[in-house]
Every structure is written in structure tokens, then in C-alpha cells.
């Protein structure tokens, strides 16, 4: 599941939706900066969860991942793995 | 569902909310959708529901209807497995047959060629379908999980079924279901989950989560039967989904321990295992396996006439050639048939049906409780059937794997995803003519109403099938439930651990963790208790509230059956309710000492009219 750089999916999940979910990818790149820098790829911000809760779905490395798990706003940050068709 | 709907009670003539139900919006999260299946015509169906803010992802070769109303795709994973398409079309079969299960509508003559012949049908068939494709070939990703969640909530689905789930349990906020789940609960939308096919052994299932209707497979009393006929015209009933026409002859019988591949000894080839056989000397013959093999290890054998597996089984699965699996005695017999004779010979007919008299039991796949990450909340919740169910399936798709051309309208297959869309039917049923009730009294409706099933046959009783069997009839008049919200549950994560920060950000809301939130107060259908190995002597205090579902006024009186060694007393016990809404609390106390792995038990609230069920378990935790 790991790119060539060593990132892989995870979800950052954030909680319930924003009261202006609009401004919600503002909020995780910004978070997403801090952790990653300025260099972070576009293309690495898998999903935005905007519409019902708040979250985003982003490859990083487990380092970042662990970062990112501290910030303020944050309930948890989980690999996505996979589920199976029962 | 040719025979599932009608072995649970719930015949085809029952009295329906026809209006309201084509109002329901059913969210599948699954491979999609073959939307040209005849089970999914819209014929007679208006447009969608005004509250309906969905979107149809069109695509080659699929477009919606009024009966598929909205249908979305999602893959994190850049690449796409060979032969996948991006579009809600299901290439795999797996999410038309849950579909249809659901809400399909009735489809008189289906048949897997002949096979479970009768009318398929969805459990609300005039409700609508909104498609969320979320699983592929190669997986099922949580991220694309919970962008379906994301959407489905939004868009206005009624209802959500996931016959999806992963292996481990998880921490509640750490699983993509159960995050997306307590959302849904918060709009009002229940999430009806399989338990999972990783039974029988225990703490299997990782559907756990209080707020998740978590559904395991049941058998129905029409099992599948495949006859085979030896050279010396002795017969052996064997366990299979043969769908292929009678072997016209007696093919010669050739044992896979005496035909091992280059690089292969008998070792391995007795059992069949892949590539172990030489395809050139078992072509045209009837190979015999001492062991029980998937459809995909068919495609190394070459083509042989049919194969004879032996195991013992509890529901038959189709094959790609005509097969069978033979309990270990009569894998005896046969072998012994085939030393005796130097030409031996058999033949493999069609699958016929028997009743089974001892349906329905768990099967032996299904996930299994404890509950890894509260121990005192008891799952999976409900059974529902889940063994050799009749269901649509694409003519794109082949019924077992790639190299089997054949094409059907019909597929029998078996799971806890056969299971959950029976739930999410009934659930969608009691929704139709209790539009107001919230997810957690849907769920209490259909567990406290539940047939008991029976713990002989169940070494791991409620750890198998929960509060036991769904009863749809039952189920959309139970008298009373226990209902519960978002704060309810919210009070239950403070006992869990989760801080007052964590459930802010959660709910949204000021929310502040004031009370202990003990699981035993949680106001949960089912009581469990788990103790220590040391922990011999019980006193443990369960709070409950009841309300009344039902028009006017009624006294309820509480009955109890303890098992033995255990004292269970319910304070008040009796309750009288005097109008609809009425809400009653009351204190169930289970005492004694534990002397077995497993202790069940139920709290039963009658009022003459309606029967009330929970099961109390208690269980020595490992």
C-alpha cells in the first residue's frame, strides 16, 4: 500500500462538518502545510469529507501521520485498509 | 429470497405501506450495480423522492432509473484491477444480489437454472435504490467507504446497507463503518452491517459498534442437495450447488493422490491443492479430493468431468464444473469402492432440495461474538438468512469465477452479506409504517422481536445469532423498545474513555462528559455481562428505559429466565405505560456465581399482546 516515497492513504478524521463545510479544504491544507510543508502535492488529498462530518483522506508518511494526529481538531488518524465483501 | 422471505414469515401478500415505501431510499455500499436487471425496472414508479439530492454518475453501459435512482463510484487507489470499470456497473455480481435482496422487485419463475425455483423479491420491493460502488476486485478501501458515507448521508438515503467489513475489530473512531455510521445516526439513518465470515471461531466479528445493526447468517430450512451415483449404483447425497444438467454418463473416477503433477507427490495432490494435479490425467474423469477447495482452485485442475471434495458442511457453494462435497464417511465408502474395482466409475446429477428440519442455525462462516472492544456490549445483534440465497446476478458477471462462461440471471451464494440485506429490508418495512422512530428503536424493534434460536445447535448461543432470528411481522409492532440518541451514546464513549474534547469535535456541540457513561446503563435491546476467570461471584446492575410504541395505554409485566446459579431480578416489574411515547425505567439485577464459559438468560415484557425479548448473557472473558 506504500508509494514509492513512502506514503500511504490515511483518513484524518475530524468530527462533525463544519458550519461552512466550503471552507473545510482551506482548514486541512492548511493543517496539511504545517505538517507536510509547502511542497505538499495536490494530488496526494485523496477526499475531502465535507458534506456530513469533517475529514480528509491524504497519503502520508506514518512520521506525518503522527504529527498530524496531534493537532487541535483531530479525533483520530487511521491507515485506510482494506474491507472485504462478506 | 425465492424461499428466505417466506421461511421468515414474511409472505409476499403482506400488508405494505405501498406509498411510503416508494419513498424509502435505500443506500448499498457495494460493487455496484447491474441496473439492466429485469429484478430493477421501474415500471409504475414516479420520480425520485423530492428530499432525494443524490446525483447518477452515468456512465458506458449504465444509466439510472426510477427504481435506481442515484449511483456513485469511489476508488482511492489510482489503478484499476483488469477487468474493473469505472462506472456503478457491477462487473462482480455481489452488489446486484444484495440490491435485489433489499428491494428488488417480484420476479415470478427465478431460478439458477432450474435451481430454487420460485419468485425472488426485494423485502420492500417498491422501495428505491441509491448505488455507492465502493468495492472493487481487489478491495474494498476505507477511505472509499467513508466518502460513500459521506455522500449518502447528504444525498438522502433513508436507510444504509453494507454487507462490507474488515477483519480486525477497531477502536470506534478508528473504523470507517463506525464513524460513518454515528453520523447517519445523527440524520436519523440507520447502517445495517453483515457481522462477517470469519466464524465459527470467537471474537471474530468486527462490526461492534452499539449504534451499527450488526447481522449474522442464518440457514433456512431449503438446503441444497447434489446427488452422486457410483459404478456399483450406490448413491451419496453430497453438499454442493450443482447447477450443470446431469452428467449424462458414468465417468471414471480418478483419486488426486494418484495423479501428482510435475514437482508434486501424492501429498499434496490427495488434497487437490493448486497445480498439484496433472491436468492431462484427469481430463474427461471425476476427480477425488480429500479436502474441501474454493472455485478458484478449479481453473488448475484442467477439465475434468466433475470433482468429488470431502468435508463435512453446513451450506453448499457452486462450482465451476459439476461437483460435490461428500461427508468424510462417505468419502470412506467411495474410496474404498474405487480400491475395490479396477474401472471404477461415477456420475454427479443436478442439485435437488430437501428441508432441512433443523434450519435455522447459524452457519458455521459467520462472525463470531464477544464484542473485542466492549465486552459487555452483546454481538452481533440479529441473524437473518444468509445460506444459498437466491438472488439477481448480471449476465456480465460469471456466477462463481472468471472461467466459468456461464451466465445466469439468478446466483446462490452464501454469506453475512446474504444476511444484512434481509435486515436492512425489515428495518426499511418497520420505517414504512413508523416513519418517526429513530434508528436505535428500528433496531431495539427488530431484536426484541426476534425468535429465540436454539443454543443445542449453537455451541456459542448469542455469540452466534445475537438476539436470535428477525421476525418482520413481529418487528413492526413491538409495543415497546429502547430507544436511545445521540447523547445516550455519547454518554456511553465518556465510559469508554473518550474525552469531552474528542466528543465536542464528534458531535459539534458542547457536549461534556458529567457521568461515568457505564456500559451497563447504555440503553441497549440486549444485556451482557463479561467477568474475569477469576471472577467468579456476579452483582452487576443494568438500567434500562422502555417506551411505548404503541397506540394507548397498556401495563407491561416483566418475565425472567434465569440459568441456572444466577438470580436475575427486574425492579419495577411491572410497568404501565398510558400513552404512546410513555417512557419507563427499570433496574435488572443478575447475581450468582458463573460455573460455564457461557450462561444465557432473557428479560421478557408482555402485556398479553406483544412480547418484548432481550437475551442477558454472561461470559467469562478470554
Known sequence: DFDDDGRKIYIVYMGSKLEDPDSAHLHHRAMLEEVVGSHFPPESLIYIYKRSFNGFAVKLTEEEAQKIATKEGVVSVFPSEKNQLH | ??????????????????????????????????????????????PPPAK?????????????????????????????????????????????????????????????????LGTARGGVPSARIAVYKVCWSDECADADVLAAFDDAIADGVDIISLSVGGKLPKPYFQHTISIGAFHALKRGILTSNSAGNSGPDPYTTASLSPWLLSVAASTIDRKFV????????????GISVNAFDDLKNQYPLIYGGDVPNKGFNSSSSRFCKENSVNPSLVKGKILVCDAQLSSKKFASMGSPAGVLMQAYRDYAVSYPLPASTLKLEDG????????????????????????????????????????????DILKPDVSAPGAEILAAWP????????????????????????????????????????????????????????????????????????SGQVNPLKAVKPGLVYDANESDYIEFLCGQGYTTAMLR???????????????????????ALSVTRSQRFINQHFTRTLTNVEKGGSTYKATVSSPQGLLISVNPSTLSFKATGDKKPFALTVQGTVRQPIISGSLTWSDGRHSVRSPIIVYVRS
Open chain 2, 52 to 116: 432525494w439530492k443524490g446525483i447518477c454518475q452515468t456512465a458506458a453501459n449504465f444509466t439510472c432509473n426510477k427504481k435506481i435512482i442515484g449511483a456513485r463510484v469511489y476508488r482511492s487507489n489510482k489503478t484499476l484491477p483488469p477487468g474493473d470499470i469505472r462506472s456503478p456497473i457491477d462487473t462482480d455480481g455481489h452488489g446486484t444480489h444484495t440490491a435485489s435482496t433489499v428491494a428488488g422487485g417480484l420476479m415470478t419463475k427465478a431460478s439458477m437454472n432450474g435451481l430454487g
Open chain 2, 395 to 466: 449476465l456480465n458477471a460469471p456466477i462463481t469465477v472468471a472461467q466459468d462462461s456461464r451466465r445466469l440471471l439468478y446466483n446462490i451464494i452464501s454469506g453475512t452479506s446474504m444476511a444484512c440485506p434481509h435486515v436492512t429490508a425489515i428495518a426499511t418495512y418497520i420505517k414504512t409504517f413508523n416513519p418517526t422512530w429513530s434508528p436505535a428503536a428500528i433496531k431495539s424493534a427488530l431484536m426484541t422481536t426476534a425468535s429465540p434460536m436454539n443454543p443445542s445447535i449453537n455451541d456459542d448461543a448469542e455469540f452466534a445469532y445475537g
Open chain 2, 226 to 237: 447434489t446427488q452422486v451415483q457410483l459404478g456399483n449404483k450406490n448413491n451419496f447425497q
Open chain 2, 1 to 46: 429470497t425465492t424461499r428466505s422471505w417466506d421461511f421468515l414469515g414474511f409472505p409476499s401478500n403482506v400488508a405494505r405501506m405501498n406509498k411510503v415505501e416508494s419513498n424509502i431510499i435505500v443506500g448499498v455500499f457495494d460493487t455496484g450495480i447491474w441496473s439492466d436487471h429485469p429484478s430493477f425496472s421501474d415500471k409504475g414508479y414516479g
Open chain 2, 505 to 527: 469535535y464528534i458531535t459539534g456541540d458542547n457536549s461534556t462528559c458529567t457521568s461515568s457513561g457505564l456500559v451497563w446503563d447504555l440503553n441497549y435491546p440486549s444485556f
Open chain 2, 332 to 375: 470412506s465408502k467411495l474410496k474404498s469402492y474405487m480400491s475395490s474395482t479396477k474401472t471404477p466409475t461415477a456420475t454427479i446429477f443436478k442439485s435437488t432440495t430437501i428441508q432441512d428440519a433443523s434450519a435455522p442455525f447459524v452457519a458455521s462462516f459467520s462472525s463470531r461474538g464477544p464484542n473485542a472492544i466492549t465486552h
